[in-house]
């Protein structure tokens, strides 16, 4: 069955950096774009970013751009979140989601989340 | 603060029915028919229950259904079980080529 999961989180000082990784299983990851969806203690899900199937274009959250890099390896059934300049703001549980449908960036499969804190 | 607005909590009995309403605005909910509900339970992924505001992925129960009227979207869940004791949250596509979502609800079944 399809499967997702996130790894690479954990407590990091502010300014530092972290990167995630999302297995992809049960699926052929070459075929779907990708996001990165966050949420923080106390609040609701928040888009973070999305990487079109063949890792060609990527789109991001005003957030965060500039700071976090979205990528993919889909020989090897994976995706990423390179997160530097980490603020305490950052803190939150990171999931991965696979877009079913492009035309509305549907994510229909996600990931069970990991979580990032940044804190010193 | 979340860009879609449900409300914190909802309860019910079993067998009962009720409704979560999940409201935007023109430049999401209001202006694209692209309304997604999902179902979390603790620690666990996020499951796709209704896309495309009304539709139901194969597998998931007759029990859950949606609808949109303006910028407000409601997910209904009849015939309360205690295993829909979940936080559920709503997501819609939007003008700015993003998705957005809600703060989440809490349902409890009393």
């Known amino acids: 069955q399809i499967q997702l999961v996130e790894s690479g989180g954990g407590v990091v000082q502010p300014g530092r950096s972290l990167r995630l990784s999302c297995a992809a299983s049960g699926f052929t990851l070459s075929n779907y774009a990708m996001h990165w969806v966050r949420q923080a203690p106390g609040k609701g899900l928040e888009w973070v970013a999305l990487?079109?199937?063949?890792?060609?274009?990527?789109y991001y959250a005003d957030s965060v751009k500039g700071r976090f890099t979205i990528s993919r390896d889909n020989s090897e059934n994976t995706l990423y979140l390179q997160m530097n300049s980490l603020r305490a703001e950052d803190t939150a549980v990171y999931y991965c989601a696979r877009v079913g449908t492009w035309l509305q960036l549907l994510a229909d499969y996600w990931g069970q989340g990991t979580l990032v804190t940044v804190s010193s | 603060q979340s860009v879609l607005t449900q409300p914190a909590t909802v309860s019910g009995s079993p067998g009962q029915s009720i409704t979560i309403s999940c409201t935007g605005t023109s430049s999401d909910v209001g202006g694209y028919d692209f309304v997604s509900w999902y179902q979390r339970h603790p620690g666990k992924a996020p499951k796709l229950l209704i896309y495309d505001v009304s539709d139901r992925p194969s597998g998931v129960s007759s029990r859950f259904s949606a609808s949109k009227s303006g910028n407000t979207a409601s997910l209904t869940i009849s015939g309360l079980q205690a295993e829909d004791e979940a936080d559920y949250f709503c997501s819609s596509y939007t003008s700015r080529s993003i998705l957005v979502f809600g703060g989440g609800t809490s349902l409890t079944v009393l």
């Open positions: 990487i079109s199937y063949d890792g060609n274009n990527e």
